[in-house]
């Protein structure tokens, strides 16, 4: 198969992604990084287009199963009501706890989820990318909050170092989070 009609057979998949041309950057991420302070839930302040978060409202909830992985519970409202994925985590490499791998099919590889920064206690800045053959690649980036909401110079902060590392933040937008009790 080549590469042009791939990138044909793919063009509908990543319409509503990221993309760019070349390799992923590859940025650092945070220095010691501690699981267990990061769990709980986080809230979606702004992010990058997703075709699998288009809705409002959308939260992020990570626990620890028995068998040592991380339960990723993501939600969103979507046509007036809530809606649930759910999903693994796993840190594959334990020397960088901070690059882990997120899964919401047994059919699909580990994705990377890259916490780049967070204070583990208002914000956290999330980068996920996916080279495909080398050519271009899909990307994602999330400002989350442990609140439905963020000091606008927090959110500035946060799209500041995105921007200094080398990812593009033009297609960022917020995420409406006032939808009451649903």
Same mark, same amino acid.
């Given at each position: 198969m080549s590469a042009v009609y791939l990138l044909l057979l793919l063009v509908p998949t990543i319409s509503a992604q990221t993309f760019r041309f070349g390799a992923c950057p590859t940025p650092k991420v945070q220095s010691?990084?501690?699981? &267990?302070?990061?769990?709980? $839930?986080?809230?979606?302040? +702004?992010?990058l287009p997703a075709s699998f978060a288009r809705g409002?409202?959308?939260?992020?909830?990570?626990?620890?199963?028995?068998d040592g992985t991380i339960r990723v519970l993501n939600s &969103?409202?979507?046509?007036? $009501?809530?809606?649930?994925? +759910?999903?693994?985590?796993?840190?594959p490499d334990r020397q960088e706890p901070a690059k882990l791998g997120v899964s919401f099919s047994y059919f699909t590889p580990y994705g990377p989820y890259w916490v780049l920064e967070t204070n583990y206690t208002n914000y956290t800045i999330v980068y996920s990318c996916t080279d495909?053959?080398?050519?271009?690649?899909?990307?994602y980036a999330w400002i989350l909050a442990r609140s439905p909401s963020?000091?606008?110079?927090?959110?500035?902060?946060?799209?500041?170092?995105?921007?200094d590392k080398g990812i593009d933040i033009s297609k960022m937008t917020p995420t409406y989070q006032s939808c009451g009790n649903i």
């Open positions: 010691n990084f501690s699981l &267990q302070l990061y769990l709980d $839930k986080w809230y979606e302040i +702004e992010k409002q409202c959308i939260e992020a909830n990570y626990s620890v199963r028995k &969103q409202v979507l046509g007036g $009501k809530r809606e649930f994925l +759910e999903g693994t985590a796993v840190v495909i053959l080398r050519i271009f690649h899909v990307y963020l000091p606008p110079e927090t959110v500035h902060y946060a799209k500041q170092l995105l921007t």
